[in-house]
């Protein structure tokens, strides 16, 4: 390598592969597994794998651009969202989700871990259900 070469790692490498995992993912409101992704690029005639998608979203994932839960099913599921702490209502049928600021569940949590001599605690809060377009 050359002194005007930098070396790329794949979490700063910029392609069109993860330019359109990233447009897809901004697009959302709803939680999707990487096959999902996978499949709706495949759809708009996108002819990228699946462990790209994989490797797109979970460099996301490290540099904060989506947020990421494990779904009743196991499986890990990525969403566009704002920054700062919050937690979120999903749908179990169709992924559809809606950010959610709980207040009291801080309060809880802060209260439960002080009762146990825990410092410097965090936790993560996903709240499934049917949203009204399914139930």
């Known amino acids: 390598m050359t002194s005007t070469e930098t070396a790329r790692t794949p979490a700063t490498r910029h392609t069109w592969q993860r330019a359109a995992v990233r447009d897809l993912m901004e697009s959302g409101v709803e939680f999707r597994t990487a096959q999902q992704v996978h499949d709706l690029l495949r759809d708009e005639g996108a002819k990228v794998g699946l462990a790209t998608v994989y490797r797109a979203l979970q460099a996301m994932a490290e540099a904060d651009e989506v947020d ?3 779904t009743p099913e196991g ?3 990525y969403r566009h969202c704002s920054s700062g702490h919050h937690h979120h209502l999903v749908c179990r049928s169709c992924g559809f ?3 959610v600021h709980a207040e009291e569940v801080e309060t809880w949590a802060s209260s439960v871990a002080r009762q146990h001599g825990f410092t410097d605690a965090g936790h993560e809060l996903e709240i499934f259900g ?3 377009d399914c139930a």
Do not use: F, M, N, T
């Open 97 to 99: 989700s809606v950010e």
């Open 68 to 70: 990421v839960i494990r």
């Open 130 to 132: 049917l949203c009204k």
């Open 75 to 77: 499986e890990l599921a």
